[in-house]
């Protein structure tokens, strides 16, 4: 931590009173031992330079408190970063200040993002302490865990205090517990807020000729859908395929395809299992939510059955559908001119839709599915070190500041990104959108963050384009998924699953748990 408080304190008090300019302010700081990147979060901060400084400032400080001890008595003067391909951009802008400062060359390490996983379980059994920090998905969490390739990061947390959950600028939740935890414990630090959300076009919402008919044809005005009816309601409404411009861009290919079955059944009320981890998609609100996309499949674009994120991306930013669902880089994709030529400055977002249950009440429920962050593995030479890696990448100041660039995955996940962000946050996301992820990541339930969890989610996944692509009928479709899901629970033990599915279901938010029952679950 700075020694130098007092002094500190005296030049916020200045700043804010406008007795320095910007530059003075960050120049004084660092001559007191103030990071770049904490001075110019804590200047461009709407809390306020000494709120801020006091709210963000610390969980930066003392994991380069940490690193710097870590670092002089490190005998290996590397530090090898497991992350998968297309993410680097968000990591390579601090690889100088960590050799010049520490004398830590910073090494990264690219594979596919479906490779991580498997790259991790090898190294459990191989041990070659190639990697000091990992970053996968929370599905890799229970595994890792259970395999002993990884730390427990608890006890590390508790000493050097990342401020994970506090609500101002902590990690929103419910994802600071379903992204970061497993059975309660802190399995890995969040550093990418992956959720879905729906972007419309907003010149066609806007458009007179349009508003009119529709309003005529449905009976209330046009807008950003607020249920899966509006939705539907919208991508038949704008379907054009005479002029190659189609209703929605929904993913219905393999991989992709399961979330947007899993969203929707949640948002019936419905979870993914039981209290004692039964299958519960193979149900009426699931065959319902099956037939929602079957009927929805003639509006989507024709790469839909083959779309990946990239492709998928790319032919909205060209204009070629009114509607898609997206995680926020995809938002950037639209924004940004140069990838989205046809949607620049033209995008209404929202939360995902509600669905209406039968006391008529609505439910709200996206997904948080995939989402990134950084393990510790447990063969590093230098383990203290990779967890303040860990930390002081993912820190308020840090994170806010990495997040902007281009050419990586990460988005916003902690609460002061969304609701006190920087200019360049405000520049990339635009006001509008950082408060819609904040609204939505509120309602978010997690994917299958659990031992087997990478079995679970593929098994539903070939099932559900089974069943996309006319291979087999809803209830069909899902009673196999189930019966597979009671082999994986089998095989990797029922009560070990149970037990991470009952701190899963825990942490949902209120509306979820009350809509499905958990609240009552034991």
Known sequence: ???????????????????????????????????TFVANAVMESPLGATKAFA?????????????????????????????????????????????????????????????????????????????????????????????GVIYDLTDWVKQYDPELFNPEWGVVFPASHHAQLYNGRVAGLLCDGDQITVLCRDDHLKNPDKMKAFADKHGYPLGIPKTWTEYFNLAQFMHDPANKFFGCLEYRSRYYVKWMFMQRLVSKGRLYFDQDVNPTFNTDEGVAALEDMLALNPYLHPDA????WSSNYNAFGRGEGFMNIVWPSGFKYSKAPSTGPATTGKIAATV??????????????????????????????????????????????????????????????RANQMLAPTQRMVDTYSPDYLKT??????????????????????????????????????????????????????????????????????????????????????
């Open 1 to 35: 931590m700075n020694s130098n408080r007092d002094e500190i304190k005296n030049v916020l008090g200045k700043f804010e009173a406008g007795q320095m300019d910007r530059r003075s302010f960050v120049q004084s700081l660092g001559l007191l031992g103030v990071s």
């Open 55 to 147: 709210a963000i400032g610390g969980p930066e400080e003392r994991s380069w408190a940490l690193a710097k001890e870590a670092a002089a008595k490190a005998t290996k003067k590397t530090l090898t970063v497991l992350i998968p391909t297309g993410s680097i951009g968000n990591m390579t802008p601090y690889v100088d200040r960590w050799k010049n400062e520490l004398g830590i060359q910073l090494v990264f390490i690219e594979e596919p993002d479906e490779v991580v996983h498997t790259k991790g379980m090898q190294e459990a059994v191989a041990k070659t302490g190639s990697y000091d920090v990992m970053m996968p998905t929370a599905m890799s969490y229970p595994d890792w865990i259970e395999s």
């Open 305 to 308: 059955f083959s779309f990946t």
């Open 352 to 413: 995902m839709p509600a669905d209406k249950l039968k006391d008529g009440s609505l439910l709200y429920a996206g997904m948080f599915c995939w989402g990134y962050g950084y393990a510790v593995s447990k063969y590093s030479a230098n383990p203290e070190l990779a967890y303040a890696y860990a930390q002081w990448m993912t820190s308020p100041t840090i994170s806010m500041d990495a997040i902007p660039y281009l050419g990586g995955y990460s988005d916003p996940y």
């Open 437 to 522: 992820l904040y609204n939505n990541m509120v309602n978010t339930v997690p994917d299958f963050c659990l031992p087997g969890g990478f079995e679970y989610q593929d098994a539903l996944d070939k099932e559900v384009h089974a069943c996309m692509t006319g291979d087999k009928k809803p209830k069909q479709a899902l009673d196999d998924a189930a019966r597979a899901f009671d082999r994986i629970t089998r095989r990797v033990g029922k009560e070990k699953v149970k037990t991470s599915w009952l701190a899963l279901a825990k942490n949902l938010a209120d509306p979820i748990k009350k809509a499905s029952g958990a609240d009552r679950w034991s």
